[in-house]
T-cell receptor, first 112, second 113 residues
Framework: DQQVKQNSPSLSVQEGRISILNCDYT??????FLWYKKYPAEGPTFLIS?????DKNEDGRFTVFLNKSAKHLSLHIVPSQPGDSAVYFC???????????FGTGTRLKVLA | KAGVTQTPRYLIKTRGQQVTLSCSPI?????VSWYQQTPGQGLQFLFE???????NKGNFPGRFSGRQFSNSRSEMNVSTLELGDSALYLC????????????FGPGTRLTVT
């Protein structure tokens, strides 16, 4: 039972344009969401997070949007840069469970 | 501060053997989590430790176990290895129970032949 789903295995975007990565979840108890970026041969790197009490969080070029009614979150990267090419994972947690459920990842390729 | 370190980085074992992987968290971090990453499956949660206590466990068989020491370093052990245990094993640490952001190590690549 995949509680966190990233339905697009890959995405290609031109440099300078917006990248939108999507994530859906099924467990309405999730109240904290995170995005990670992973380069080959490295561990995931934390990018940005959002609590369920918010619907948007920004950090520089990265913005995460949360739609609780649709159980959907998205990561926007503007403008996209070639260095953003990596696999992006979303993750979700229920506070107090100390357990994080990850999606299967979306491979982003930013074309120069 | 030094990041999360994992040893060894690469390991080749034979079916039926056992293996122990080690993780040293960022200094001051008391929570350590372990994940298994396989192609197409993303990161699967194994277990989480805080102050030497396991607080949650994922859906893995009992062959997978772990522990945490008083200095917050953690080990995970897999007994009676199977071919399907071949994966990247990632360790992540965070400051305390109230902080969600986890910082990952580079992982240990385990190959079972």
């Amino acid at each position: 039972d995949q509680q966190v789903k990233q339905n697009s295995p890959s995405l290609s975007v031109q440099e300078g344009r917006i990248s939108i990565l999507n994530c859906d979840y099924t467990n309405s108890m999730f109240d904290y969401f995170l995005w990670y970026k992973k380069y080959p041969a490295e561990g995931p790197t934390f990018l940005i997070s959002i609590s369920s009490i918010k619907d948007k969080n920004e950090d520089g070029r990265f913005t995460v949007f949360l739609n609780k009614s649709a159980k959907h979150l998205s990561l926007h990267i503007v403008p996209s840069q070639p260095g953003d090419s990596a696999v992006y994972f979303c993750a979700a947690s229920v506070s107090g469970t100390y357990k994080y459920i990850f999606g299967t990842g979306t491979r982003l390729k930013v074309l120069a | 501060k030094a990041g999360v370190t994992q040893t060894p980085r690469y390991l080749i074992k034979t079916r039926g053997q056992q293996v122990t992987l080690s993780c040293s968290p960022i200094s001051g971090h008391r929570s350590v989590s372990w994940y298994q990453q396989t192609p197409g499956q993303g990161l699967q949660f194994l277990f989480e430790y805080f102050s030497e206590t396991q607080r949650n466990k994922g859906n893995f068989p009992g062959r997978f176990s772990g522990r945490q020491f008083s200095n917050s370093r953690s080990e995970m052990n897999v007994s009676t290895l199977e071919l399907g245990d071949s994966a990247l094993y990632l360790c992540a640490s965070s400051e305390s129970s109230g902080v969600h952001e986890q910082y990952f190590g580079p992982g240990t690549r385990l190959t079972v032949t």
